[in-house]
């Protein structure tokens, strides 16, 4: 049962990934049926996943908590190389977006290219940066939310630029 489970679950990520990558080209009346059809598939399923994938595709939008939901219920890795699995994991894609970087900087190819290449990296980022709070107890709300209060306070001290977190 948790193979089969496990099976949806990757199959409702690969629908929400190519949504989310081809409705931007998609004409309109298309666009809806096509959200129409994935609605459907959604509100057929009862996992966590789906529910959350229902949501993000009828809003457009997700909260923090509801992603960082999600990205729980579709991580597949050992527990006891959660951290291994995770920091390395997070190493390798940041990499892969460095080198879909470089390799516009060589003149591969133009930035809308680039924009879409970087937008999956990106996303395999933030699926990492995810998890790594989940499995560190953390919120990625509060991290977002400590973040900026760090960036606001150097700004209104002038040490926005320099070295090191205490400045």
């Given at each position: ?36 059809m ?11 996943g ?41 190493a ?9 970087y ?64 205490e400045?």
């Open positions: 049962m948790k193979s089969i489970k496990n099976r949806l679950q990757n199959t409702e990520l690969a629908l929400l990934a190519l949504w989310v990558n081809i409705r931007s080209d998609m004409p309109k009346g298309i666009e809806r049926v096509v959200e129409e994935m609605e459907d598939y959604f509100k057929s399923q009862i996992s966590l789906s529910k959350i994938t229902t949501s993000f595709i009828k809003n457009k939008t997700m909260e923090l908590k509801k992603y960082q939901e999600f990205t729980q219920s579709v991580a597949l890795y050992p527990k006891e190389m959660e951290d291994a699995y995770l920091s390395t994991g997070l390798a894609e940041a990499g892969e977006l460095c080198t879909i470089a390799k516009y900087f060589r003149g591969d190819f133009d930035k809308e290219v680039l924009k879409g290449r970087a937008s999956k990296e990106i996303g395999d980022v933030l699926w990492f940066l995810s998890q790594i709070c989940n499995s560190l107890d953390f919120s990625l709300q509060d991290i977002l939310e400590e973040n900026v209060n760090k960036l606001t306070s150097r700004k209104e001290r002038g040490v926005i630029k320099g070295d090191g977190d400045r």
